[in-house]
C-alpha cells in the first residue's frame, strides 16, 4: 500500500513563471529545452506556425507571443542577446499542437496545454461547471499547489522521501480526523495504485486545496526551518479546515462521496473532445 500521495511534477510547471502583474507566461527558450528542439531555428519555425494559427483563430498574436530580448550564452562563457518570447499558455498549446509529433515529449504536451487552457477557461464560470469539470479544474489546482508546498517543506528541513510522507500524513490526519493516507485509502476501496486525490469529488478537492495553499502560506510567512514546526501546522490547518466543514454543514470529507471515475478518465474525455479539433500538423524538414 501506498503510503504518501507522490507530488506530481511536470516539466511544464516547472518553467512557469509569473511577472510583475501577476499573469503566467512560459518563456520560449525555456520551452525549447524542454520540448527538446537543439537548435532556436528549428523551434523559431514551430513558433512562426503557432504564431499563423493564433491569427487565424481570431486571437490577438501580441496578447499571447510577447517578443522579449535574453542573454543567452554562446560558448565558454560569453552571452548575446537573442531573441525570445513570453507565451501564453494558449501560445504554448498552439506550439505543441505544430510540434514534431514523433517526439514523445510533444504528444505529452499536447495533452498537457490541451487540457490545462481548457481548465483555465472553465475557471471563470466555475459554478457553471458540471461535478466532472469542476474536479478537473480543482484537481489541476492542487498539482501546482503542491508544488509549492513541497518546496516550503523542503524549506522547512523536510528533505527525505520519509519526511514528507510523514509531513503529508499530518495534514491528512488534521483533515480527516485522524485517518492516515493508508487508512483514507482504504476507506475508499482503491487499488495499490490509485491515488486518493484522483477518487475525490470536488467539495473534497476543494477542502484538500485551502489545506494545502493554506499551509504552505504559513510556512513561508513564517519562515519555518524545524520539520516538527511544520509537520504541526500542517496538521492544525488541516484541523481547521474539517472545523470549518462541520460549520458550514458541507460534510466530513472522510464521509463523502467517492467518485465512479477517476481523475484521468475525465481528462481522456475531455482529450478526446478536444482532439476533434486539433490543428493540421507540419512536420519539420
Not at 115 to 130: A, G, V
Not at 235 to 247: A, C, H, P, Q
Amino acid at each position: 500500500m501506498r503510503e504518501l500521495e507522490a507530488v506530481e511534477y511536470l516539466p511544464f510547471d516547472e518553467i512557469r513563471q509569473v511577472n510583475e502583474k501577476g499573469i503566467e507566461f512560459w518563456s520560449a527558450r525555456d520551452l525549447q529545452s524542454i520540448l527538446e528542439y537543439k537548435q532556436w531555428r528549428n523551434f523559431h519555425k514551430v513558433i512562426a506556425r503557432a504564431v499563423v494559427a493564433c491569427n487565424n483563430s481570431n486571437n490577438s498574436v501580441s496578447d499571447h507571443f510577447a517578443e522579449v530580448s535574453k542573454m543567452v550564452e554562446i560558448g565558454s562563457g560569453a552571452l548575446k542577446t537573442s531573441l525570445d518570447y513570453e507565451l501564453s499558455r494558449y501560445a504554448c498549446y498552439l506550439i505543441v499542437q505544430n510540434g514534431d509529433p514523433r517526439k514523445k515529449v510533444i504528444a505529452l504536451g499536447q495533452t498537457y496545454f490541451a487540457i490545462q487552457t481548457r481548465n483555465s477557461e472553465k475557471i471563470e464560470d466555475f459554478n457553471k461547471l458540471n461535478e466532472n469539470n469542476k474536479r478537473l479544474v480543482v484537481r489541476n489546482q492542487i498539482t501546482q499547489s503542491n508544488q509549492l508546498l513541497a518546496q516550503a517543506a523542503h524549506r522547512a528541513n523536510i528533505i527525505s522521501n520519509q519526511d514528507f510522507a510523514n509531513f503529508q500524513n499530518y495534514g491528512y490526519k488534521g483533515l480527516y480526523g485522524g485517518l492516515s493516507v493508508v487508512d483514507i485509502h482504504k476507506r475508499k476501496r482503491l487499488k495499490k495504485n490509485e491515488k486518493i486525490l484522483d477518487y475525490m469529488g470536488s467539495t473534497e478537492l476543494g477542502a484538500n486545496l485551502f489545506r494545502i495553499t493554506q499551509t504552505e502560506a504559513r510556512l513561508t510567512n513564517e519562515q519555518i526551518s524545524n520539520p516538527q514546526k511544520a509537520n504541526k501546522i500542517h496538521y492544525d490547518v488541516g484541523e481547521k479546515v474539517r472545523n470549518l466543514m462541520v460549520t458550514m454543514n458541507t460534510g466530513l470529507p472522510e464521509n463523502l462521496e467517492v467518485p465512479m471515475a477517476d481523475i484521468h478518465s475525465i481528462e481522456r474525455e475531455e482529450f478526446a473532445k478536444i482532439k476533434n479539433f486539433k490543428l493540421p500538423v507540419m512536420l519539420d524538414e
